[in-house]
């Protein structure tokens, strides 16, 4: 099981404060809102350009048309790119435009959001949400782990994240799950970064 450290910041120097602190980490998990899809907002794609990349980028996008961010994602170096099958109109077809533009597509599923088994098969790359999507430091959801088995069901090659609310009180529940990577955002920012690095590097 891999760590992906997550970021979610509204201002460059933050931003740029966690880069600096997760620097060890190959890839980074960057959150990106616009305040339609969720109630909060992030910087812009537009805004993370101005930042240097050093590492690679797992994006989630909670955005409207998330298509429209495509010709700015080709700008980043990205493992793989999330959106949410209620942001676009026709989902289908959103991933297939994304992937003519040689982008790694996956679905995220929102706690409330069932598993629809024709999209949990035209990717293999999925997020399962165990927080409304939005806020980091929300309660852990435990119950939306189960939808890992059913993704595994319709597609036996996927790669799960989990996403929201893993901390070190929840993570062995999430084990159990086996999800192939864990995305944490409090778990490592609150408090001692360096230290909390250390004791993930021991869990897992």
Same mark, same amino acid.
């Given at each position: 099981m891999k760590i992906y450290p997550a970021i979610l910041s509204k201002n460059s120097k933050k931003f740029q404060e966690k880069i600096e602190l997760t620097k060890k980490f190959p890839v980074l998990h960057i959150d990106v809102m616009d305040k339609k899809f969720t109630a909060n907002k992030?910087?812009?794609?537009?805004?993370?350009?101005?930042?240097?990349?050093k590492q690679t980028y797992s994006f989630h996008l909670m955005l409207l048309k998330p298509e429209e961010q495509i010709p700015l994602l080709k700008q980043f170096k990205t493992k793989e790119v999330f959106i949410h099958y209620e942001a676009?109109?026709?989902?289908?077809?959103?991933?297939?435009? &994304? /992937?003519? %533009?040689?982008?790694?597509?996956?679905?995220? #599923? +929102?706690?409330?959001?069932?598993?629809?088994?024709?999209l949990a098969k035209k990717t293999n790359s999925h997020l399962i949400m165990t927080v409304n999507p939005g806020y980091s430091g929300q309660k852990f959801l435990e119950k939306n782990l189960t939808k890992i088995k059913t993704i595994k069901k319709y597609n036996p090659n996927a790669i799960i994240m989990v996403d929201g609310g893993i901390n070190f009180n929840t993570i062995?529940?999430?084990k159990k799950y086996e999800?192939?990577?864990?995305?944490?955002?409090?778990?490592? &920012? /609150?408090? %001692?970064?360096?230290?909390?690095?250390?004791? #993930? +590097?021991t869990i897992l």
């Open positions: 992030t910087l812009s794609l537009k805004q993370l350009l101005k930042t240097p990349q676009v109109k026709y989902p289908e077809q959103t991933i297939e435009d &994304f /992937k003519k %533009n040689k982008i790694n597509i996956g679905l995220a #599923w +929102n706690p409330e959001t069932k598993i629809i088994h024709e062995e529940q999430v999800p192939n990577i864990i995305i944490v955002a409090s778990g490592i &920012f /609150k408090g %001692n970064v360096e230290e909390n690095i250390k004791k #993930w +590097n």
